[in-house]
T-cell receptor
Framework: AQSVTQLGSHVSVSEGALVLLRCNYS??????LFWYVQYPNQGLQLLLK??????LVKGINGFEAEFKKSETSFHLTKPSAHMSDAAEYFC?????????????FGQGTELSVKP | NAGVTQTPKFRILKIGQSMTLQCTQD?????MYWYRQDPGMGLKLIYY???????DKGEVPNGYNVSRSTTEDFPLRLELAAPSQTSVYFC????????????FGPGTRLTVL
């Protein structure tokens, strides 16, 4: 069965510092991987996704993630944090369409940005 | 396009009451999903549907029912509400095909007292 582990339920960085949110997955088949962001009292918004086209994926708001098969990782990074990046971030792995395209989510990482 | 809409936004139920959470999407997506979100637990899949008339259980289906009579609507029914069903519920939809992302609604915050 597929699973996702996000290391660190809370991450705090200073404004302008590097953001690194860690995600490891387990999958018996080539996965589809996603990062979503959730702002307070809102639904989830897609940041970026990996669908095997390129290992380095660029998303919205300056975020990017690198798929590393050998490490079964899909860590999310942003070179310079902004106050508006404070939110909860979810990594998810998808089963294929034949399995209903279901998402398996990690437990989430709350990002705080200090002035 | 409104995307995925959910009603109500908030609801308080008493133990044993029932209610239906509404979900509608206007993107003509075949696939629809219901998740619940509890603090520190991520999102757990309750039920999903791959098309009108077809539904299947997810990871945590007990205490819930769904139906899918149209492509647009995917209501979630709670029968005999219990405190364990206090949660935030999200509906999502996606287009057919591998690798397509899910689009989420704004959520319904439910409290069972």
């Amino acid at each position: 069965a597929q699973s996702v582990t996000q290391l660190g339920s809370h991450v705090s960085v200073s404004e302008g510092a590097l953001v690194l949110l860690r995600c490891n997955y387990s999958s018996s088949v080539p996965p589809y991987l996603f990062w979503y962001v959730q702002y307070p009292n809102q639904g989830l918004q897609l940041l970026l996704k990996y669908t095997s086209a390129a290992t380095l994926v660029k998303g919205i708001n300056g975020f990017e993630a690198e798929f590393k098969k050998s490490e079964t990782s899909f860590h999310l990074t942003k070179p310079s944090a902004h106050m508006s990046d404070a939110a909860e971030y979810f990594c998810a792995v998808s089963e294929g369409a034949l399995q209903g395209g279901k998402l398996i989510f990690g437990q989430g990482t709350e990002l705080s940005v200090k002035p | 396009n409104a995307g995925v809409t959910q009603t109500p936004k908030f609801r308080i139920l008493k133990i044993g009451q029932s209610m239906t959470l509404q979900c509608t999407q206007d993107m003509n997506h075949n696939y629809m999903y219901w998740y619940r979100q509890d603090p520190g637990m991520g999102l757990k899949l309750i039920y999903y549907s791959v098309g009108a008339g077809i539904t299947d259980k997810g990871e945590v289906p007990n205490g819930y029912n769904v139906s899918r009579s149209t492509t647009e609507d995917f209501p979630l029914r709670l029968e005999l509400a219990a405190p364990s069903q206090t949660s935030v519920y999200f509906c999502a939809s996606r287009a057919a095909g591998d690798g397509n992302e899910q689009f989420f609604g704004p959520g319904t915050r439910l409290t069972v007292l």
